[in-house]
C-alpha cells in the first residue's frame, strides 16, 4: 500500500475535528472520526436503556449495536443500525454519559477493530487522518505523522460555546475539563501524547493557519 495515516490526538475542543477535516480535504485523504463511534456506542446504550455508570452492563451489550462510519471529509457520517445519528450523538446527554462508556476495555477493543479495518480500507487508496485519544498510542501506532492538539481550556470552552450557540461558556468549560480528566485518568488507553507526537497548542492560531502546519508536516514525510 502506498497511503499515509495521519493520527492526530488532544483533548476535548482543541480543534481536532475542523483540522483534521481541513486536513483531509487539502490532502485528497479520508478521516475518520473515532469520537463519534463511542458517541454512538453511547447513544444506543441510553437508548436501550442500559446503565452507563455500570461497566458490566455496557460490556455485556457492547458487541451488539452495529456502528458505521462514513468517512468522506467534506460530509462524514455515523449511523447505528441503519439509523443515522449524526445529530443525536451530540446532545447533552451523550456528551455527558460518553467518557465512562469510554472506559469499558469491551467497548474499546470492539471500536479499535471497526477503525483499524477502516485504515486499512483507506490505505488501499491515499489514506487516511484519523482523529481520537488514543490513535498514535494504540490504534495506529505506526502512523508515520502522529500529532498531539491541545488548546487553552478558556479558550476551547469559548469556541465549543459558539458553536453551540451562546450556551453557558463556565459550563462547557466544566464540561471539557471533566471529559479530559477522566479520559486522562482512565486505566485503558488513556489520552496521552504518543510517542513521536508532535505537540501543537492551537490557541493563538486560526483554523486555517493550524492546517497549513499539518499540511506541511504530512507533505514532509510524503
Ligand atoms: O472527540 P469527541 O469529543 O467527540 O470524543 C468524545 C469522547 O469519546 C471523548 O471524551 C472520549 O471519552 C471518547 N474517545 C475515546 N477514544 C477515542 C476517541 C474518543 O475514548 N479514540
Not at 495521519?6 to 475542543?13: I, K, L
Not at 455485556?60 to 449511523?79: K, L, N, W
Not at 471500536?111 to 482523529?131: C, D, K, P, S, W
Not at 488513556?190 to 490557541?203: C, N, W, Y
Amino acid at each position: 500500500t502506498t497511503g499515509i495515516v495521519v493520527a492526530v490526538d488532544g483533548t476535548s475542543g482543541s480543534g481536532k475535528s475542523s483540522t483534521c477535516r481541513g486536513v483531509a480535504v487539502r490532502l485528497g485523504l479520508r478521516y475518520l472520526d473515532t469520537g463519534a463511534m463511542y458517541r454512538a456506542m453511547t447513544w444506543w446504550m441510553l437508548e436501550q436503556g442500559v446503565d452507563v455508570h455500570d461497566p458490566a452492563a455496557v460490556a455485556a451489550r457492547s458487541g451488539e449495536p452495529v456502528i458505521d462510519s462514513g468517512t468522506d471529509p467534506a460530509g462524514p457520517t455515523i449511523h447505528v443500525d441503519g439509523h443515522d445519528v449524526g445529530a443525536a450523538i451530540r446532545t447533552e446527554q451523550v456528551t455527558g454519559s460518553v467518557s465512562p462508556v469510554s472506559t469499558v476495555p469491551e467497548v474499546r477493543t470492539r471500536l479499535v477493530e471497526l477503525q483499524r479495518a477502516e485504515i486499512a480500507a483507506a490505505l488501499e487508496g491515499a489514506g487516511i487522518v484519523v482523529e481520537g485519544r488514543d490513535i498514535g498510542s494504540v490504534v495506529a501506532p505506526e502512523a508515520p505523522v502522529k500529532l498531539y492538539l491541545t488548546a487553552d481550556p478558556a479558550a476551547r470552552a469559548r469556541r465549543r460555546a459558539a458553536e453551540e450557540g451562546g450556551t453557558d461558556v463556565a459550563a462547557v468549560e466544566k464540561s471539557l475539563r471533566g471529559r479530559d480528566e477522566i479520559d486522562s485518568g482512565r486505566a485503558v488507553s488513556p489520552l496521552t501524547m504518543a510517542e513521536g507526537a508532535v505537540h501543537l497548542d492551537t490557541t493563538p492560531y486560526t483554523l486555517e493557519e493550524v492546517v497549513d502546519l499539518v499540511v506541511g508536516l504530512v507533505e514532509a514525510v510524503e
